[in-house]
C-alpha cells in the first residue's frame, strides 16, 4: 500500500505530514535528510511476512535448545 504525503510543517524535531484523511507526526530522523514544508513523500506499508517466520523459527531453535539442556540436568 503507498500512501501519499505532504509535509504541512515541522516544530520541533517532529514533521507533521497531512494524508487525504488525517495527519501523521513522525520524527525528522525517520524521514530523508533536508525535507522541508510543502515537500511531498510516498510511505509503502508492507507486511514482513519473511522476517516472521524467521523469527519464529529462531525462537522455536532457543527454545528447543533450553529443553534439551534442561533435561541433560544443565
Do not use: C, H
Not at 13 to 33: S, W, Y
Not at 55 to 66: D, F, P, Q
Amino acid at each position: 500500500m503507498m500512501i501519499k504525503l505532504t509535509i504541512d510543517r515541522i516544530e520541533e524535531g517532529v514533521a507533521v505530514l497531512k494524508t487525504d484523511k488525517k495527519n501523521i507526526n513522525i520524527p525528522l530522523d525517520f524521514l530523508p535528510e533536508g525535507v522541508k514544508e510543502g515537500d511531498e513523500l510516498m510511505l509503502e506499508i508492507l507486511k514482513n511476512g519473511a522476517e516472521t517466520k524467521i523469527k519464529k523459527t529462531e525462537a522455536k531453535e532457543i527454545l528447543n535448545e533450553i529443553l534439551k539442556n534442561n533435561e541433560n540436568g544443565m
